[in-house]
């Protein structure tokens, strides 16, 4: 079992920046892909980018490509998502996820079917 705390939301203003954290504990020992998600209310949740257990690999919805950048430092079992020039659409739940699989194609990573371990998310609001 993996425990996942996501940290770091909150508000800020258009064109503003927020760091989010995702901490992992118990089996931390375990081959984990991770991703961030987000949902906002009424929509379905999306994939906004996932990162290789090695961190030789990222990947980005096409929306926040140039603006997030996902990071992890296995060490201290955390992974980072760090957002920059934040847009009034980019307000939504933010949700940390763990795949303890191998994967094939990065397209798994874009799935939420594709994660085993989901943390309880952090808000984040982007006020015009």
């Known amino acids: 079992q993996v425990q996942l705390v996501e940290s770091g939301g909150g508000l800020v203003q258009a064109g503003g920046s927020l760091r989010l954290s995702c901490a992992a504990s118990?089996?931390?020992?375990?081959?984990?892909?991770m991703g961030w998600f987000r949902q906002a209310p009424g929509k379905a949740r999306e994939f906004v980018a996932a990162?290789?257990?090695?961190?030789?690999?990222?990947y980005y919805v096409d929306s926040v490509k140039g603006r997030f950048i996902i990071s992890r430092d296995n060490a201290k079992n955390t992974v980072y998502l760090e957002m920059l020039s934040l847009k009034p659409e980019d307000t939504a739940g933010y949700y940390c996820?763990?795949?303890?699989?191998?994967?094939?194609?990065?397209?798994?990573?874009?799935?939420?079917?594709?994660?085993?371990?989901w943390g309880q998310g952090t808000q984040v609001t982007v006020s015009s």
């Open positions: 996820a763990a795949r303890g699989r191998y994967y094939s194609s990065s397209y798994q990573l874009t799935l939420t079917g594709g994660y085993d371990y």
């Open positions: 118990g089996r931390t020992d375990l081959n984990y892909a």
């Open positions: 990162i290789s257990r090695s961190a030789d690999n990222t």
